[in-house]
Protein backbone atom coordinates (compact mmCIF):
# COMPACT_ATOMS: atom_id res chain seq x y z
CA UNK A 1 0.00 0.00 0.00
CA UNK A 2 2.85 2.59 1.09
CA UNK A 3 4.63 1.62 -2.33
CA UNK A 4 1.52 2.22 -4.57
CA UNK A 5 1.18 6.06 -2.43
CA UNK A 6 4.71 6.92 -3.04
CA UNK A 7 4.43 5.70 -6.71
CA UNK A 8 1.63 7.98 -7.29
CA UNK A 9 2.88 11.05 -5.44
CA UNK A 10 5.71 10.49 -8.06
CA UNK A 11 3.64 10.54 -10.77
CA UNK A 12 2.18 13.56 -9.97
CA UNK A 13 5.04 15.40 -9.30
CA UNK A 14 6.56 14.63 -12.56
CA UNK A 15 2.97 15.64 -13.95
CA UNK A 16 3.57 18.80 -12.76
CA UNK A 17 6.85 19.28 -13.97
CA UNK A 18 6.10 18.18 -17.47
CA UNK A 19 3.15 20.73 -17.13
CA UNK A 20 5.31 23.45 -15.66
CA UNK A 21 8.03 22.61 -18.36
CA UNK A 22 5.41 23.37 -21.31
CA UNK A 23 4.67 26.60 -19.83
CA UNK A 24 8.46 27.54 -20.46
CA UNK A 25 8.38 25.69 -23.85
CA UNK A 26 5.57 28.22 -24.94
CA UNK A 27 8.19 31.00 -23.90
CA UNK A 28 10.73 29.59 -25.80
CA UNK A 29 8.03 29.61 -29.08
CA UNK A 30 6.94 32.99 -27.94
CA UNK A 31 10.59 34.06 -28.33
CA UNK A 32 11.15 32.55 -31.54
CA UNK A 33 8.22 33.97 -32.97
CA UNK A 34 9.66 37.69 -32.08
CA UNK A 35 12.86 36.85 -34.02
CA UNK A 36 15.01 35.67 -31.41
CA UNK A 37 16.13 32.15 -29.81
CA UNK A 38 13.83 29.57 -28.67
CA UNK A 39 14.76 29.46 -24.88
CA UNK A 40 11.96 29.70 -22.37
CA UNK A 41 12.06 29.66 -18.83
CA UNK A 42 9.26 29.93 -15.58
CA UNK A 43 9.84 30.46 -11.99
CA UNK A 44 7.66 28.21 -9.89
CA UNK A 45 6.53 29.02 -6.13
CA UNK A 46 4.29 26.31 -4.09
CA UNK A 47 2.86 25.48 -6.92
CA UNK A 48 1.94 28.84 -8.88
CA UNK A 49 3.52 30.49 -11.78
CA UNK A 50 4.93 33.45 -10.67
CA UNK A 51 7.71 34.96 -13.25
CA UNK A 52 8.06 33.87 -17.47
CA UNK A 53 10.67 34.85 -19.21
CA UNK A 54 12.07 34.01 -22.61
CA UNK A 55 15.40 35.09 -24.40
CA UNK A 56 15.38 38.67 -25.79
CA UNK A 57 19.19 39.16 -26.63
CA UNK A 58 18.17 40.06 -29.99
CA UNK A 59 14.83 41.96 -29.73
CA UNK A 60 16.33 44.12 -27.07
CA UNK A 61 19.68 44.20 -28.28
CA UNK A 62 20.92 43.00 -24.98
CA UNK A 63 23.62 41.18 -23.40
CA UNK A 64 22.52 39.70 -20.54
CA UNK A 65 18.44 38.88 -21.23
CA UNK A 66 18.83 34.86 -21.20
CA UNK A 67 15.49 33.62 -20.67
CA UNK A 68 16.10 32.06 -17.13
CA UNK A 69 17.46 36.33 -16.44
CA UNK A 70 14.35 37.84 -17.88
CA UNK A 71 12.19 35.32 -16.23
CA UNK A 72 13.81 36.41 -12.61
CA UNK A 73 13.55 39.62 -13.64
CA UNK A 74 9.67 39.75 -14.50
CA UNK A 75 9.44 38.60 -10.88
CA UNK A 76 10.36 42.46 -9.35
CA UNK A 77 12.02 42.51 -6.49
CA UNK A 78 10.80 40.41 -3.80
CA UNK A 79 13.06 39.17 -0.28
CA UNK A 80 15.82 36.63 -1.28
CA UNK A 81 14.16 34.44 1.05
CA UNK A 82 11.09 33.83 -0.98
CA UNK A 83 13.53 31.88 -3.33
CA UNK A 84 13.75 29.05 -1.41
CA UNK A 85 10.50 28.05 -1.87
CA UNK A 86 11.35 28.33 -6.02
CA UNK A 87 11.77 25.88 -8.46
CA UNK A 88 12.86 27.37 -12.10
CA UNK A 89 11.97 25.75 -15.03
CA UNK A 90 13.72 26.68 -17.93
CA UNK A 91 14.18 24.65 -21.32
CA UNK A 92 17.70 24.35 -21.73
CA UNK A 93 20.77 24.00 -18.81
CA UNK A 94 21.64 26.98 -17.55
CA UNK A 95 24.77 28.76 -18.84
CA UNK A 96 27.72 30.43 -16.05
CA UNK A 97 25.66 33.70 -16.10
CA UNK A 98 22.16 32.36 -15.50
CA UNK A 99 23.68 29.93 -13.10
CA UNK A 100 24.96 32.15 -10.96
CA UNK A 101 22.03 34.43 -10.36
CA UNK A 102 20.30 31.06 -9.15
CA UNK A 103 23.07 30.44 -7.00
CA UNK A 104 23.31 33.80 -5.92
CA UNK A 105 19.17 33.83 -5.13
CA UNK A 106 19.46 30.04 -3.78
CA UNK A 107 17.04 28.62 -6.01
CA UNK A 108 16.71 25.16 -4.87
CA UNK A 109 16.22 23.43 -7.86
CA UNK A 110 16.16 23.60 -11.97
CA UNK A 111 14.10 21.00 -14.07
CA UNK A 112 15.52 22.02 -17.39
CA UNK A 113 14.22 20.66 -20.47
CA UNK A 114 17.49 19.30 -22.10
CA UNK A 115 21.30 19.74 -21.93
CA UNK A 116 22.56 17.92 -25.40
CA UNK A 117 22.49 21.51 -27.58
CA UNK A 118 24.13 23.11 -24.35
CA UNK A 119 25.65 22.12 -21.20
CA UNK A 120 26.11 24.51 -18.26
CA UNK A 121 28.10 24.65 -15.54
CA UNK A 122 25.70 21.36 -13.93
CA UNK A 123 28.35 20.26 -11.27
CA UNK A 124 28.31 24.34 -10.15
CA UNK A 125 25.18 24.21 -9.49
CA UNK A 126 25.22 20.88 -8.18
CA UNK A 127 28.39 21.95 -5.50
CA UNK A 128 26.17 24.52 -4.29
CA UNK A 129 23.42 22.23 -3.24
CA UNK A 130 21.13 23.06 -6.13
CA UNK A 131 18.68 19.80 -7.24
CA UNK A 132 18.98 19.53 -10.76
CA UNK A 133 16.08 17.40 -12.89
CA UNK A 134 16.87 16.73 -16.88
CA UNK A 135 13.38 16.38 -18.21
CA UNK A 136 15.35 14.98 -21.83
CA UNK A 137 12.63 16.14 -23.73
CA UNK A 138 12.38 15.74 -27.78
CA UNK A 139 10.35 18.87 -28.24
CA UNK A 140 13.12 21.47 -26.30
CA UNK A 141 16.40 19.00 -28.16
CA UNK A 142 14.83 19.50 -31.75
CA UNK A 143 13.09 23.67 -31.24
CA UNK A 144 16.80 24.65 -30.40
CA UNK A 145 18.56 21.96 -32.90
CA UNK A 146 16.35 23.37 -35.61
CA UNK A 147 17.63 27.21 -34.65
CA UNK A 148 21.18 26.50 -33.88
CA UNK A 149 21.45 24.98 -37.66
CA UNK A 150 20.04 27.75 -39.22
CA UNK A 151 21.55 31.19 -37.14
CA UNK A 152 24.97 29.69 -36.08
CA UNK A 153 26.41 32.42 -35.61
CA UNK A 154 23.79 34.13 -33.23
CA UNK A 155 23.61 30.97 -30.98
CA UNK A 156 27.72 31.32 -31.17
CA UNK A 157 27.05 34.57 -29.85
CA UNK A 158 24.65 33.60 -27.35
CA UNK A 159 26.73 31.39 -25.52
CA UNK A 160 29.43 33.43 -25.32
CA UNK A 161 31.40 32.07 -28.20
Known sequence: MESRVIKENLKT?????????????????????????????????????????????????????????????????????????????TTLSPCAMCSGAIILYKIPMVVMGENENFKGPEKYLRDHDVQLINLDLESCKKMLKKFILKHPKLWNEDIGL
Do not use: W
Open 13 to 89: IEDKHHEFMAEAQKEAIEGLSNGGIPVGAVLVKNGEIIGRGHNQRIQLDSTILHAEMKCLESVGRIKADNYKDCILY
